[in-house]
Nanobody
Framework: QVQLVESGGGLVQAGGSLRLSCAAS????????MGWYRQAPGKQRELVAT???????KNYADSVKGRFTISNNARNTVFLQMNSLKPEDTAVYYC?????????????WGQGTQVTVSS
């Protein structure tokens, strides 16, 4: 089992920036991708950005391209730098980690961190 702990959420004005962090621990061997998803009130959870463990391949939702940047380090921590924030970015942001099937597979989620962007 992989444990994920997020940090960095908060309240910011439109146009501002925030940086989210997610640290993975536990059965981290075999993690092949990590990412961020978000869920706004009354809406379904949606993908924000993902990154492979190598850091080479990244994927972004169209709504955040050019504003958000996902990155990771060698210590199984993933970051989400969010710039030019908009009120519509307001949501609970969840960290996700997936393990390769060769190592048992599985998908783990963090507890979520609230991001609120005021207009």
């Amino acid at each position: 089992q992989v444990q994920l702990v997020e940090s960095g959420g908060g309240l910011v004005q439109a146009g501002g920036s925030l940086r989210l962090s997610c640290a993975a621990s536990g059965s981290i061997f075999g993690i092949n991708t990590m990412g961020w998803y978000r869920q706004a009130p009354g809406k379904q959870r949606e993908l924000v950005a993902t990154i492979t463990s190598s850091g080479i391949y990244k994927n972004y939702a169209d709504s955040v391209k050019g504003r958000f940047t996902i990155s990771n380090n060698a210590r199984n921590t993933v970051f989400l730098q969010m710039n030019s924030l908009k009120p519509e970015d307001t949501a609970v942001y969840y960290c996700n980690a997936n393990r390769d099937s060769l190592y048992g597979g599985g998908s783990s989620w963090g507890q979520g961190t609230q991001v609120t962007v005021s207009s």
